[in-house]
């Protein structure tokens, strides 16, 4: 069964620490592999996407890594701020012929304490 | 539009009540999905959309689920004779074919 896990469910950490989020995903026959923030009550807000030819993309102080051999990706969070604080979901696409959909972790609460 | 618009934001109804939910995607996206997500979880998936045609509905978790994208744009979900555990939050996304997800704000739904 395809599955994607993160750990820890929850993390908290002092304001400007670099800090990483994990994600593991069962099968290595992956098309893409989104992050993605959610804060309470709305919506999911993108943050990176790594096309499975990729090792890594940056969006300024984020950086996502993909290991497709060892199921893994990592959320690179780089002197972190309060702002920062919300849920951060990893998501892949498989790449099953006819496949579209997007499977979810539980994602992983991050609190930023001041 | 600008993002993905979805409407209501709230929705209470009472047990054995009809609901129906909009998505307004990403002008000239052709991908549109469904997610549900309890609390506490991450989205689980619905069904999805190329244009008008549902091309994956393998998620819906009843036959009182609907969901419809008549003219390839708009997307309503229905969801027939509401139950307590249909009480979520239900998501909308929008993409170009195999691209980067966008999503809207959601609709709560509550089902007393």
């Known amino acids: 069964k395809q599955e994607v896990t993160q750990i820890p469910a929850a993390l908290s950490v002092p304001e400007g620490e670099n800090l990483v989020l994990n994600c593991s995903f069962t099968?290595?026959?992956?098309?893409?592999l989104q992050w993605f923030r959610q804060d309470p009550g709305k919506g999911l807000t993108s943050l990176l996407l790594?096309?499975?030819?990729?090792r890594e993309q940056t969006s300024g102080r984020l950086n996502a890594s993909l290991d497709k051999s060892s199921g893994r990706s990592t959320l690179y969070i780089a002197a972190s701020q309060p702002g920062d604080s919300a849920t951060y979901l990893c998501?892949?696409?498989?790449?099953?012929?006819?496949?579209?959909?997007?499977?979810f972790g539980t994602g992983t609460r991050l609190t930023i304490i001041p | 539009g600008a993002g993905v618009s979805q409407s209501p934001r709230y929705k209470v109804a009472k047990r054995g009540q009809d609901v129906a939910l909009r998505c307004d995607p990403i002008?000239?996206?052709?991908?549109l999905f469904w997610y549900q997500q309890a609390l506490g979880q991450g989205p689980e998936f619905l069904t999805y959309?190329?244009?008008?045609?549902?091309?994956?509905k393998s998620g819906l978790p009843s036959d009182r689920f609907f969901a419809e994208r008549p003219e390839g744009s708009v997307s309503t979900l229905k969801i027939q004779r509401t139950q307590q555990e249909d009480s979520a939050v239900y998501l909308c996304?929008?993409?170009?074919?195999?691209?980067?997800?966008?999503f809207g704000e959601g609709s709560r739904l509550t089902v007393l």
């Open positions: 996304a929008s993409s170009l074919v195999a691209g980067e997800l966008f």
């Open positions: 099968d290595s026959a992956i098309y893409n």
């Open positions: 002008s000239g996206h052709v991908s």
């Open positions: 959309f190329q244009n008008e045609a549902q091309l994956d």
């Open positions: 998501a892949v696409r498989w790449s099953n012929f006819g496949n579209e959909k997007l499977t």
């Open positions: 790594i096309q499975s030819s990729q």
